[in-house]
C-alpha cells in the first residue's frame, strides 16, 4: 500500500509539475495544425504549394506559435505588470497569485525553449522552400517565385534577400540569447548576459521587417481561375464552354495583407510601456534616495541604508524587494535586493543586506571598503563622493504573505535569511497575532555570517519568553565550514540563546520535518526557503514526502539568480 501512495503522488507531483509545459505544447500544437491544414487545403494557395510542397505548410503553421510566443514572452518580465496583478488579484487569490509570483522564471524560460525550437523548425522549412523555389522554378509562374530562375543560388536568398537576412539574424540572436542564459554564464559573465539579452530588440526589429520579401502569395481570382486549368491543353479548353468558364482567367496573385506582426507587437508594447514607467518612477522625486550609511560587513557583505528623500512615507510590506542601480558602477545594470528594513514612523529609509556574488557586488563592496580606509587615514574626513543609488519598485515576490500564513518554516541559507528579517523586525516593534508559530532554520558556511543577524534573533526570543510564550519562535542554526567551539564562545559567549542553537554540519532534514508533522497534525505549515538550487530541490522534495503524514506543507521558494 506504501508502494502504491508513493507512486501516485509522485505521478501527481510529476504531472503537477509539468502540467503548464504540457498545456503549452498542446496549445502550440493545435495552432500549428490549424495553420498547416488551412494552407494545405486553401485553394489559393494551389500553386505556391504545388512549387513548395509541406515545406509551405510547415513554415507557415509554425508563424503563428512563434507570433503568440512572442506576444506572451514578455509579460514574466515585467515586473510593472506583476505588481499590478498583485493588486488587482492580491486578495482574490492570493495562493494562485504567489504561485504566479514563483514561476514568472519558469514562465520564461518555457516561453524562451519553445521559441527557440519553432524559430529552428521555421527556419529549416524555409531553407527547404529555397530549394523547392529553385527546383521547381516554372516560367509560367514567376510572380509567385522567389528565385529568378532554375540557375539562381541558394546563397543568394538565403542572405541578399530581406527575408532570408532578417531570417539568419534572428536565428543567430536567439542562438546568442540562449546560450548566454545558462545558469553558468550568468553567474559568472553577468554583463554578458544582461546585454545580450536586450538582443531581442534586434529580434523584434527583424521580425517586422522579415516579410518584406512577400514570398509567400496566393490566388485573388479562384472564382475565374479554378485550380489544374493549368493542366488543360488549349484545345480542350476552347472545345468546351464549361472549361472556358472556369478557367475564364489566367491565375492572378498577391502577397495580401500582413496583420500577423499586431501579435508581437502587443508584448513588445507592453514591455516598452513597463520599462518606460519604471524608468520615469526609479528618477521621480518620490523615489529618488539618498545614501545614509554604508559599510562592508563581516562575512564579506555590505551594510546599505537609504532615504526617501520625499516627506511621504512609502508605503512597504515585508518581503518585499527593490532592483538597485549604482550609476558610478553601470548605468545598465539592476539587480534585485530583498529589503531588511522598513520605514516607519519618523524614519523614511530602509535597510539592505548585501552578499557579495558577482562582479557588481564586488566593485561596490571595493569602493566602499577604499571610502572606509581613507576615512580613518584622514581623520574621519571623506574624500570620496558619496556613492548614490536609483531605486526601482518595492516590488511583489512568493515571500509577501509570510504574515498571512499561520504558521512557517523559514529556512534561509547564507544571505537568503534577508527576506525573513523584516518579519523579525515586525514581530519585534509590535504584537502582531501571525504568524503564531514560526520556525527558522538558517545555514552559512562562515560564523560571521550569523552575526549579521543574531542581535534580532536574540532580541525576538526574550521577546517570547517574557511573554510566556516561548514555543512560538523556534530556532535552529547550522555552521557547515570550519566549526570551532572557542571562536563560537568568543563570538556568542554573551548570547546564550544563540550559542545553544550552534549545531555543526548541515540539517537533517528528516529530523526537522518530523519535527513539523509531530507539531502540527491535521494542520497546515507554510514552508519558504531562500538559498541555492540544489537547497530548493531537496526542501520541495520534503515537503512532498511528509505532506503524505497527515500535516499539509506548503512549499514556497525565493531566488534571483
Known sequence: ????????????????????????????????????????????????????????????????????????????????????????????????LVHYLQKTKVLHLILGCSLLIVAIVHSVAHFVNIVNFIDNYDERYREINWANGPDDNVLRLLFATPTGFSGCIMLLTLAAMAYLARRSMRDRFYNSFFTSH??????????????????????????????????????????????????????????GAKRAWIWPLVGLAIYLADISFRYLTSHSERYRVTTVQTYAMAGHAIHLRLQFCCKEMVKILPGQYILLQCPAISTLEWHPFTITELPIEGRNDITLTIKVRGDWTEELYDRIVQREQ??????????????????????????SNMLDCKRILFVGAGVGITPFVTIMRLLLSSNVDQPARVHLVWIARNLETFLWFSDEIARLQEKFWSQNKPDRFWVKLYWTQNYDEHLLAECFGDMPSIKSRMHRGRPNWNDVFIDLVTLYPKKSVSVFSCGPKELTKEIRLKCKEYSKHGCKLSYFHEGFG
Open 374 to 399: 581613507c576615512k580613518r587615514n584622514l581623520g574621519g574626513v571623506d574624500p570620496y563622493r558619496r556613492i548614490e543609488f536609483l531605486l526601482d519598485g518595492p516590488y511583489p515576490s512568493v515571500m
Open 1 to 96: 500500500m506504501e508502494r502504491v501512495n508513493k507512486i501516485y503522488h509522485s505521478s501527481r507531483n510529476f504531472m503537477f509539475k509539468y502540467i503548464i509545459a504540457l498545456l503549452w505544447t498542446g496549445f502550440n500544437f493545435v495552432v500549428f495544425c490549424k495553420a498547416f491544414s488551412n494552407y494545405h487545403h486553401d485553394v489559393e494557395y494551389y500553386y505556391l504549394s504545388r512549387i513548395l510542397g509541406n515545406g509551405l505548410c510547415v513554415s507557415r503553421g509554425t508563424a503563428p506559435v512563434l507570433n503568440v510566443t512572442m506576444a506572451l514572452i514578455t509579460l514574466p518580465t515585467c515586473k510593472t505588470f506583476n505588481l499590478l496583478l498583485h493588486k488587482l488579484f492580491g486578495r482574490c487569490s492570493t495562493r494562485l
Open 198 to 255: 536586450h538582443l531581442f530588440l534586434v529580434f523584434y526589429g527583424m521580425m517586422f521587417y522579415h516579410p518584406l520579401s512577400n514570398i509567400i502569395k496566393h490566388q485573388t481570382n479562384v472564382d475565374k481561375h479554378k485550380i489544374m486549368c493549368d493542366l488543360v491543353d488549349n484545345v480542350t479548353l476552347h472545345s468546351n464552354e464549361d472549361l472556358l468558364v472556369l478557367c475564364e482567367e489566367p491565375p492572378q496573385f498577391s502577397a
